[in-house]
């Protein structure tokens, strides 16, 4: 195989094209026409000397020598991570990359984490990434990105997870909503109708884990990937919901929410800071997890 041929950006393309499944959505991620995206998967395929795709119907797959480029893809960006990391170690980590995927609830808090992170080392480069559960544990899976944050860390893959912050759920209701005071139970609650997060992300896993275990159901009226608009449509009276504490605002009454006092809320899943156990990180990426971990304590969500 004609390996001088090969270059780094062909190598990327390839990557791209083979995590997003797609000509197109490769070409607009990567800000590339189409043609160019094919050219380069074209010059590669003949480098390999094999098919790397295989098209069946509007889908592409990746075939058996596809997959193991993918697979060698991975390895050199780790040694090519090692080799960075070498250099800013040599610099003192004044340059480099930090790759970070979140859930879409640890928005709340982490990019400010990250912006204080940005100001000490300008010239570390940031790619942040936030979907829902189920998406972060592909990108984990597929090593994609140096640190994962999230609630639940994967028990089918082999990671290293580190909590280090609090992720209380507590049940939120339309201030306007005549309740009795005092401590509720959910299966009273259970006659009003309920908005909550999407299957797949780790804010419904925690909820359905907890009904679940305490043997309830609830009235789901509409699940959704929002938790912005879960939590405006809680206060236009639509129904009750299940939030991270994180999702509402220091005074959640201005904004038409109460915070109900229920018994066995909130519940409690702390965030944790997760990479793949045989994953080499980069220095920028070392030094952001020390950062997380010893920015802010458990007992203090939302510091
Ligand atoms: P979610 O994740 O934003 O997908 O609900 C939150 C979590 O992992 O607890």
Redesign the pocket.
């Known amino acids: 195989m004609p390996r001088r041929h090969l270059t780094f950006r062909q190598l990327e393309t390839f990557v791209t094209v083979a995590r997003l499944g797609s000509f197109s959505r490769a070409a607009e991620a990567l800000h590339l026409t189409q043609p160019a995206v094919s050219i380069q998967v074209r010059q590669i395929t003949e480098s390999v000397g094999l098919p790397l795709f295989e098209q069946t119907g509007r889908e592409i797959r990746l075939t058996a020598a596809g997959q193991e480029l993918l697979r060698t893809a991975r390895e050199l960006d780790d040694s090519w991570n090692r080799f960075e990391s070498a250099v800013d170690a040599l610099q003192g980590l004044k340059r480099g990359r930090l790759r970070v995927a979140l859930?879409?609830?640890a928005k709340y808090f982490l990019p400010r984490m990250l912006g204080a992170f940005c100001q000490r080392y300008p010239d570390i480069d940031i790619e942040l990434e936030v979907a829902?559960?189920a998406r972060i544990v592909e990108r984990l899976r597929a090593n994609e990105d140096d640190l994962y944050i999230?609630?639940?860390p994967p028990e089918e893959l082999d990671v290293v997870a580190t909590p280090f912050l609090d992720?209380p759920l507590v049940v939120v209701a339309p201030a306007s909503l005549p309740l009795p005071a005092g401590p509720l139970s959910l299966a009273d609650l259970a006659v009003h109708p309920f908005l909550l997060?999407e299957a797949g992300?780790?804010?419904?896993k925690?909820i359905d884990r907890h009904l679940a275990a305490s043997g309830l159901s609830l009235k789901v009226k509409l699940a959704l990937g929002s938790n912005e608009a879960i939590r405006d449509l809680v206060a236009s009276g639509m129904g009750l919901s299940i939030l991270s504490r994180h999702v509402l605002d220091d005074h959640p009454e201005q904004e038409g929410l109460r915070i109900l006092d229920v018994v066995g809320f909130p519940l409690q899943?702390p965030w944790s800071v997760v990479h793949l156990r045989q994953k080499i990180l980069p220095l920028p990426a070392h030094a952001f997890m020390n950062e997380l971990l010893s920015a802010v304590s458990p007992a203090n969500p939302g510091e």
């Open positions: 859930v879409t609830t829902n559960r999230m609630s639940f992720n997060r992300s780790g804010t419904r925690a899943q």
